[in-house]
T-cell receptor, first 113, second 117 residues
Framework: GQNIDQPTEMTATEGAIVQINCTYQ??????LFWYQQHAGEAPTFLSYNVLDGLEEKGRFSSFLSRSKGYSYLLLKELQMKDSASYLCAVSADYGGATNKLIFGTGTLLAVQP | GAGVSQSPRYKVAKRGQDVALRCDPISGHVSLFWYQQALGQGPEFLTY????????KSGLPSDRFFAERPEGSVSTLKIQRTQQEDSAVYLC???????????????FGPGTRLTVT
């Protein structure tokens, strides 16, 4: 089976930095994705990691350690519009489709002025 | 270019009715996925198509759920004899699939919010 854990809620201040952690247990790992989802909207792709290390994309960075089953999403210079749910999703060989995603429950981030 | 579109955006069904939800993926995307998302939860996998072939339907909750993609483009998720527990947002996503060790990202449609009364 697969197990993906991330905090349910986080609060941060506008202009600050926040780190959202995700741990997973799976075999046949094919990659880890982060998605952003505003209330009532579709998830939108933020980042993809398949090798260990840090991927940086503007204000957002994502880190992966495959040996530890651990990833984090780092958001810098927080803006009010960053208030959303952040979904960690793992792609693995699940015995059927090799690129389906298993999602965590999402971390609801509230950015305060 | 055009993204993934879904219709209807909202559907209210009486318990026992059949519903059909439509997904138009991004042109050229071979992979198509259906997910179910309950309030406050992450999307849960329902089924997967590669072109017109349904390769994985392990997430469909019961035999009342049926999906098809007959020409490898538009897909329809059908729910027969709807029950209250079917109330959720149904998301469709498409992607380029995989290439070597790379798994391409999935692009999601806006979803269909189904309410069964």
């Amino acid at each position: 089976g697969q197990n993906i854990d991330q905090p349910t809620e986080m609060t941060a201040t506008e202009g600050a930095i926040v780190q959202i952690n995700c741990t997973y247990q799976t075999s046949g790992f094919n990659g880890l994705f982060w998605y952003q989802q505003h209330a009532g909207e579709a998830p939108t792709f933020l980042s993809y990691n398949v090798l260990d290390g840090l991927e940086e994309k503007g204000r957002f960075s994502s880190f992966l350690s495959r040996s530890k089953g651990y990833s984090y999403l780092l958001l810098k210079e927080l803006q009010m519009k960053d208030s959303a749910s952040y979904l960690c999703a793992v792609s693995a060989d699940y015995g059927g489709a090799t690129n389906k995603l298993i999602f965590g429950t999402g971390t609801l981030l509230a950015v305060q002025p | 270019g055009a993204g993934v579109s879904q219709s209807p955006r909202y559907k209210v069904a009486k318990r026992g009715q059949d519903v059909a939800l439509r997904c138009d993926p991004i042109s050229g995307h071979v992979s198509l996925f259906w997910y179910q998302q309950a309030l406050g939860q992450g999307p849960e996998f329902l089924t997967y198509f590669q072109n017109e072939a349904q390769l994985d339907k392990s997430g469909l909750p019961s035999d009342r759920f049926f999906a098809e993609r007959p020409e490898g483009s538009v897909s329809t998720l059908k729910i027969q004899r709807t029950q209250q527990e079917d109330s959720a947002v149904y998301l469709c996503a498409s992607s380029r699939g995989t290439s070597g060790s790379r798994t391409y990202e999935q692009y999601f449609g806006p979803g269909t919010r189904l309410t069964v009364t």
